[in-house]
């Protein structure tokens, strides 16, 4: 069983940074692509950056300039920097990855965490 787990969100004043956290745990042989996405109030689930197993990532052009995604595999955790905090970014964000589980022949498979709230207000 795998579980993720996001972490650091909060009541932030706009113009303040931001580190979110998820840790991957459970049976977990590899994990592929990570992502963040975020929901805002009243509108769809919006997808803000991926990163490969490799480091690669790739952002969402609203976000461009501010947000930062990096991961560390020894630790099975993914994270999302964000700068110069918006209104506009209040947000729960979800964790997202593709984990390999229990060995090299088993099929990765997309899991979910269950969100960390930010929210930008003055």
């Known amino acids: 069983q795998v579980q993720l787990v996001e972490s650091g969100g909060g009541l932030v004043q706009p113009g303040r940074s931001l580190r979110l956290s998820c840790a991957a745990s459970?049976?977990?042989?590899?994990?592929?692509?990570m992502a963040w996405y975020r929901q805002a109030p009243g509108k769809e689930r919006e997808l803000v950056a991926t990163?490969?197993?490799?480091?690669?990532?790739n952002y969402a052009d609203s976000v461009k300039g501010r947000f930062t995604i990096s991961r560390d595999n020894a630790k099975n955790t993914v994270y999302l920097q964000i700068e110069s905090l918006k209104p506009e970014d209040t947000a729960v964000y979800y964790c997202?990855?593709?984990?390999?589980?229990?060995?090299?022949?088993?099929?990765?498979?997309?899991?979910w965490g269950k969100g960390t709230l930010v929210t930008v207000s003055s």
């Open positions: 459970g049976s977990i042989f590899s994990i592929d692509a």
């Open positions: 990163i490969a197993s490799g480091g690669s990532p």
């Open positions: 997202n990855a593709a984990i390999r589980v229990g060995g090299p022949l088993n099929n990765a498979m997309g899991y």
